[in-house]
């Protein structure tokens, strides 16, 4: 995400390296301490304690306390950023930018969701179901997901990508040779837009990424989550538009950098040579 992104705002490739190498490196640190988590946008284990009125000592954080800190966190990132691209510490910006973009893009995705594992193999152990649907929401491939009567033979399963701004691919394989189609999962009522038989189509929408508008019934997150019970695969589906945000996000957040760096002296000159950071810059700066 991070390269397509930077490859529509003409970066160097070398320039691309870099940030998605330090992006990637984000995901190394999934503790379940809020200095960690906060880096994905998940609210992670905090010291609560007060010493005039006690408390337990440690709690996860509210959703509002960890949106409060992740916004603190890129508010940092910024003026990291911008003040290395001013000193032309342009390797030490780019792979902070590069970290930076892992929180906006998991702002996201992760929405200061709680994250109290000590890791991944902790959370798939304590909630399976939500973390199969997290794992393939994050794939940002379906758009549709409906496997309510698989053991039967019957699916309908939807694969959606993005072409361009605001235009979208998608390609739907369905299998339903019974004379009534199941209820798809995590809907309250039928489907409107079901179909016998089998087949295969391809679809080209623009606008809304298909899977980001509420399907009857809502479109929820997994249920166990809070109460046990069984998963809301709807919350599968919204990956494609997850994606899309994300990149804007991404976009939007290295255009605010931009105007802060035009904006010193000889700020134009300062945001291309970040900007188009050549390879030999790369390991003469290496070599130092």
Known sequence: MTIRVMEELDFAPAAQTIAAEAN????????????????HAMGGVVDGSDPFVGGPEFHVQTEEEC?????????????????????????????RLGEAL???????????????YRGILDA??????????????????????DLGDLHQGRFDAEITGRLGRQWFLSHR????????????????????????????M???????????????????EPSSRSSGQSPDWQFVTRGPADMA???????????????????????????????????PAVRSQRAA
Not at 24 to 39: F, G, I
Not at 247 to 256: G, H, K, L, R, V
Request: charged residues 25%; contains cysteine; negative net charge.
């Open 124 to 145: 798939f152990q304590s909630d399976p179901a939500y973390m199969t649907c997290h794992a393939l929401r994050d794939l940002s491939l379906f758009s549709r997901l």
């Open 245 to 279: 945000r994300a990149e804007d996000a991404s976009q939007d957040f290295i255009q605010e950098l931009r105007r802060e760096v035009v904006r010193a002296p000889n700020g134009f000159r300062l945001w291309e040579n970040f900007r188009l950071l050549s390879e």
């Open 24 to 39: 990637a490196a984000v995901d190394e640190k999934q503790d379940n301490q809020a200095e960690q988590s906060n880096l």
């Open 173 to 200: 394989f369905f299998h339903n040779p019974a004379t009534h189609f199941p209820l798809p999962l995590g809907r309250d009522s039928g489907s409107a837009d079901s179909f016998l038989g089998s087949g295969w």
């Open 67 to 95: 949106h409060e800190q992740v916004e603190r966190l890129l508010q940092d990132a910024r003026r990291t950023i911008v003040a290395n691209i001013v000193r032309g510490n342009n390797r030490a910006a780019l792979r």
């Open 102 to 116: 892992h929180t906006v893009q998991d702002r996201v995705f992760h929405e200061f969701h709680p994250w109290p």
């Open 202 to 220: 391809v679809t080209l929408t623009f606008g809304a990424a298909p899977g980001s508008l509420p399907a009857p019934g809502g479109l929820r």
